[in-house]
């Protein structure tokens, strides 16, 4: 050992030497290391999703949707985009926004827009909600726009969805508004480019309910309050961090877990405290 050590030292002292073994033996060794690194973290992953896919059919077999505003609502699979299906499943999916989505369930918009859709939660739970809107979903995720069309045929409202892939400012204005509108937003950090000073006036008599990402860049919220103050004021919901959830909410379907495992099921794996702007017209706006 001690002969390969002395090697070893010699061969690094020696730049020419060095840089054949580090293109190759080196090299070979890391990317071996990676590989099985990656195999070992699929292979944990692969168990994970199905324990867990175990829970979420073990209280909701047929993957309705057991609580809070789109109670009732059925996935067509176990699948969710950028997000956790176990708390949609349950129903405590963004509770933080149960009471302002219970505000908005009672109004009768005729057009909603959910730019960032996802799988379809809240365009298909809107619709399904507010039988007078048309539903207009957008995402760049081609498997996300799938799942919102296979969704919206299992819950009978494709008829009122139309699907598209990037929303910009072009694409809001574009929208053939008739009365009154709601615009959601879970864009990742883009709504400080979307929704812009040209596009408040377009949107004065619309309301907004728009997750801001100042983690992304800590101007987004300000901003987008600051180009919109004109026309509409702001109500400021936070989430709450995902440990907090385990412990205090209580649904029946999870009595028989641990805590850790409610954790599990709750998570929604945030990166911090965020933060959702929902935006109504200023009184004499929306009565013009």
Same mark, same amino acid.
């Given at each position: ?11 690094v002292?020696n ?23 990656r ?13 867990l ?9 047929n993957?309705?949707v057991?609580?809070g505003?789109?109670k ?12 956790s ?23 009768e918009?005729?057009?909603i ?29 081609n498997?996300?726009?799938? +799942? ?10 494709e008829?009122?969805?139309?699907t ?17 509108? +709601? ?60 440990i ?25 794996d ?17 009565l013009g």
């Amino acid at each position: 050992m001690l002969l390969v050590k002395k090697i070893i030292s010699k061969i690094v002292q020696n730049d020419i030497a060095w840089s054949v073994i580090d293109a190759t033996v080196v090299r070979l060794s890391n990317f071996v290391l990676y590989e099985k690194k990656r195999k070992s973290d699929e292979k944990k992953r692969d168990i994970d999703n199905s324990e867990l896919e175990k829970k979420i059919k073990s209280f909701s077999p047929n993957l309705t949707v057991l609580h809070g505003s789109f109670k009732g609502m059925r996935y067509p699979e176990v699948k969710s985009i950028g997000s956790s299906l176990a708390p949609k499943i349950i129903g405590s999916y963004e509770r933080e926004l149960h009471q302002v989505l219970e505000q908005i369930c009672l109004k009768e918009y005729s057009e909603i827009v959910d730019v960032g859709c996802a799988e379809g939660y809240y365009a298909v739970g809107l619709a399904m909600r507010i039988p007078t809107a048309k539903i207009f979903a957008y995402d760049i995720n081609n498997d996300a726009i799938y +799942l919102c069309k296979q969704m919206a045929h299992l819950n009978n409202v494709e008829d009122r969805l139309v699907t598209g892939s990037f929303c910009d400012v072009n694409t809001l204005k574009s929208i053939p508004y008739t009365k009154k509108a +709601l615009i959601i937003s879970d864009c990742e950090g883009y709504e400080k480019n979307l929704f812009t000073e040209e596009l408040a006036p377009v949107l004065a008599s619309h309301d907004l309910l728009i997750e801001v990402h100042d983690y992304i860049d800590i101007e987004i919220s300000s901003e987008i309050r600051r180009k919109f103050k004109d026309t509409h004021s702001v109500t400021t919901i936070q989430s709450i961090d995902d440990i907090t959830k385990a412990h205090i909410y209580d649904y029946e379907e999870l009595k028989e877990y641990s805590l850790e495992d409610k954790k599990t099921l709750l998570k929604e794996d945030r990166p911090h405290i965020m933060e959702w702007l929902y935006m109504t017209p200023h009184s004499n706006l929306a009565l013009g």
